[in-house]
């Protein structure tokens, strides 16, 4: 089934935020934000900017009723800033006025006088210092003391990765509009409407009743909108509180990438043991993740770093340690992988590194220890299902990794000035929110008097095909076609109390849900059916709209069921939950099985130097990925395209550069590049690992949102490769992204 969005996505008629008709009385947001990373306010002159024509109200934290509050795990980060300033862009004060260029104008008439503070960006200062968000984390598994006794070889390094800006399409925004009786509806670009509206309520000082969010589908989240959508809805809903009129802000690209959190930088040191055989015995890890100036989410990603930080391996002594350090940066937060990416990372630079050291292929190591049946993961869950190795060579032998690798060493044989290199990355990525108890969802369903079927989940539509495998689960489950199926917008009094859409769990989690409430509609259904026609339940069954009495078709079609449940009084609206089961995980000792299962998966990625000027192309990627039992192919291969194109795109191009004042230097589309097509691979070859899929998967059908952008984590070692085929004396360094100066020097250092 094609996507349920592609007519209206291609006509342009589908409705994003700022597609919503303007209401009359509309006001417009605008944060007037801090032009220094840390400093103490001594005054904000307001005055000015308050006389400016057409501004209706600055808002600032003394004017909020509820809490000035808005962080999601630690309450450590104000909607306005009180007397600190903590990064650069962090919102001081809210005008609102008439339109938003004279919102703009007003900006500029602000008056601010600081006492600047010293500003920390790296993380290992702030380690140094003591600023951390909470304290360090260690998954530990087996004897690091003896371990190290029984390796061969023994390698210790650093491996940093720069952070990375989510670049939705669609920038932030919200639009909030008062309701009767002090209540609020709010139209919100989020991952999370339930955070938003929690938000909300504590802000506003109102019950969560009063707040209702709605979600049509968002341009592109990627983690962005996980948690730091909320103060853009949170703002919107409090001047529309104070002032009793709508307020709309959609942000603008460059305060969108001033003001809002990235993927985290981590700066790790390393240490790896190997035996003779090539076999990891020991791994030892330190993390430093550069959190920004608040918690946000940072420590669920450090945690979800430690989980990934043996990536596909069987690593037998093992101890990760992971620092959330507090700098001047925005918040850092959620993106695609959501810390695995880092973590990965490490491990692998520590393979390469070691690889180098012996003199044999990389990949002598990596496939003398991907993960085996019944294997330990550091955090105590046993490995089931694993599809480690069959993907590993699946990828190659179906490539014939032999053969591409002897084109690679014939063109470098014949090339001076251009060389080539390849780089083999597995990965194995667990599917579920770490934090256990966010792992469930719930489904609406409505069966209407003509037969047509209106659907909601808690799930969001961002562009990753959830919407489409919803309307799917709804139509095998009645036997509908996709055109008597309407999937509603996500909306907080339609399905609530639910977690984000996010941790590539969305349509697992609303997808069961669904399934639960539609069979329970459809064996309602099938009972009204029964006493009608007096025959047996189990021998009556729907297929293709219609009644079969065993395997032979009735007279009854779906809609002539609605009319006669209907007239019997039967209810025809059903809820569904879901609640991952066998989940679970103890802090105290970091043990558990926090994952409902993982997806695997082995890519090969190659890539050619421009060896005189530092560029590079990427001539094909070549990957097998376990995703079960597909239930949208085309969906899915989408969002592993996506996926690793924009993982190609933190290890290579995407450069985030801050200035010693913590300013963000590279806050344009002209100073932060991204992949465009002419840097997307040549080719880029998927196949299917033949698996059974997992039962916790929606329909066996695998997550598929995050583990493809790790493929992407490859790119960084075929460069590293290349650059050895023309540099013999070249010393790998980890320090993500490969920017194309980085490997001009690389090649001639
Ligand atoms: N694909 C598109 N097109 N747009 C997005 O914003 N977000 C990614 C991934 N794929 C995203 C995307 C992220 S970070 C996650 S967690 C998953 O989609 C979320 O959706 P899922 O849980 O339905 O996979
Ligand atoms: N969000 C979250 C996530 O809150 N918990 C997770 O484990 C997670 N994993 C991936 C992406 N987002
Ligand atoms: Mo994705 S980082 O879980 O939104």
């Known amino acids: 089934m094609k996507n349920i969005d592609s007519n209206s996505h291609v006509k342009g008629t589908s409705i994003y935020l700022d597609d919503i008709p303007v209401r009359a009385g509309t006001l417009y947001a605008l944060a007037y934000d801090s032009s220094c990373a840390h400093a103490r306010i001594k005054k904000v002159d307001y005055s000015t900017a308050e006389n400016y024509p057409g501004v209706i109200k600055i808002i600032t934290h003394k004017d909020i009723p509820g809490q000035n509050q808005i962080g999601g795990i630690f309450p450590d980060e104000p909607l306005l800033a009180e007397n600190d300033i903590h990064f650069w862009g962090m919102p001081i004060a809210l005008i609102i006025a008439e339109s938003e260029y004279i919102a703009r104008k007003a900006k500029k008439l602000i008056k601010i006088e600081v006492e600047e503070l010293p500003v920390i960006t790296d993380p290992r200062e702030a380690r140094e210092k003591g600023h951390l968000i909470f304290p360090p984390r260690t ?3 087996g004897n690091m003391d003896s371990a190290w006794d029984q390796c061969e070889y023994i390698l210790e390094g650093r491996a940093d990765s720069n952070g990375q800006e989510h670049l939705y399409i ?48 968002l341009g592109g989240g990627f983690g962005g909108k996980e948690d730091q959508a909320t103060a853009w809805a949170v703002m919107v809903a409090l001047a529309a509180q104070i002032l009793n009129r709508p307020v ?29 055989d090539l076999k990891i015995q020991a791994y030892e890890v330190t993390f430093h993740q550069n959190a920004g100036a608040a918690a946000d989410l940072s420590p669920a990603v450090m945690e979800r770093t430690l989980y990934h930080a043996t990536n596909t391996y069987f690593v037998p002594n093992v101890k990760a340690t992971a620092y959330c350090c507090k700098t001047n940066l925005p918040p850092n937060t959620a993106f695609r992988g ?27 190591i990596q496939a003398a220890n991907l993960l085996k049946e019944k294997d330990e993961f550091p955090y105590g869950q046993i490995v089931k299902k694993c599809e480690a190795t069959n993907a590993w060579y699946a990828t190659l032998e179906k490539y014939n990794i032999k053969e591409l690798e002897e084109e690679i060493d014939s063109f470098n044989k014949n090339n ?11 990965i194995c990525f667990g599917i579920s929110f770490t934090n256990t108890p966010m792992n469930n969802a719930r489904a ?60 590539s769990a969305t349509a697992d989690l609303n997808g069961k849900a669904l399934e639960i409430a539609c069979a329970k509609l459809r064996e309602r259904l099938l009972e009204c059916a029964s006493n009608y026609l007096n025959i047996d339940l189990v021998e009556l069954n729907l297929k293709d709209q219609v009644l079969y009495h065993n395997d032979t078709k009735t007279d009854l079609s779906w809609d002539q069921l609605v009319t006669i449940a209907l007239a019997d009084r039967v209810c025809l609206t059903e809820n569904g939950h879901y609640a991952t089961p ?6 105290s000792i970091e043990k558990g099985h926090p994952f409902a299962y993982h997806v695997y998966g082995t ?54 550069l801050y200035n010693d004042n913590g300013k963000l230097l590279s806050n344009a589309l002209s100073t932060y590049k991204i992949p465009d097509i002419y840097s997307v691979p040549k080719i880029v070859d998927i196949e299917s690992l033949n698996s059974e899929g997992h039962e916790l998967a929606i329909r066996k059908s695998k997550a598929v949102g995050e583990p493809p952008l790790m493929y992407g984590i490859g790119a960084y070692f075929a460069i590293q490769n290349a650059i050895k085929a023309f540099n013999s004396n070249y010393k790998n360094s980890f320090d993500a992204p490969f920017t194309p100066e980085k490997v001009l020097m690389a090649l001639y250092s």
């Open 170 to 217: 669609e920038t932030q925004g919200a639009y909030a509009f008062p309701m009767e009786n002090g209540s609020i509806r709010i139209s919100s670009s989020t991952q999370g409407p339930t955070a938003v509206q929690k938000t909300v309520a504590r802000v506003l000082g109102i019950p969560m009743h009063k707040i209702e969010v709605d979600v049509t589908r």
């Open 416 to 426: 001076v000035n251009s060389k080539k290199g390849l780089a083999i990355m597995p």
């Open 582 to 587: 066998l989940i679970n995980f103890d802090k």
């Open 338 to 364: 959501f810390g695995g990416p880092q973590g990965m990372f490490v491990i692998e630079s520590a393979i390469q590194k070691a690889a180098n050291h012996i003199g044999i292929k990389t990949r002598d």
């Open 603 to 656: 890519a090969i990625i190659a890539v050619t130097l421009d060896c005189i000027r530092g560029r590079y192309e990427f001539d094909y990627v070549k990957l097998v990925h376990d995703f079960g039992l597909s239930m949208n192919y085309a969906v899915d291969i989408g969002q592993i395209e996506g996926g690793l194109v924009q993982g190609i795109g933190w290890m290579t191009m995407e450069e985030l």
């Open 139 to 141: 998954f530990q598994m």
């Open 444 to 503: 609406l369903v409505h069966i209407y008097q003509d037969g047509s079927v209106g659907i909601s989940t808690g799930g969001v539509e961002m562009g990753q095909g959830l919407n489409t495998k919803m309307v799917q689960v709804a139509m095998h489950e009645l036997s509908l076609s996709s055109d008597r199926i309407k999937i509603e917008t996500t909306n907080t009094t339609r399905v609530a109390n639910t977690s984000p859409s996010a941790a």
């Open 248 to 276: 709309k802000y959609a942000v603008h690209r460059m305060d969108d990438m001033r003001m809002t959190g990235k993927r985290h930088p981590y700066s790790s040191d390393y240490k790896i043991g190997l035996s003779k």
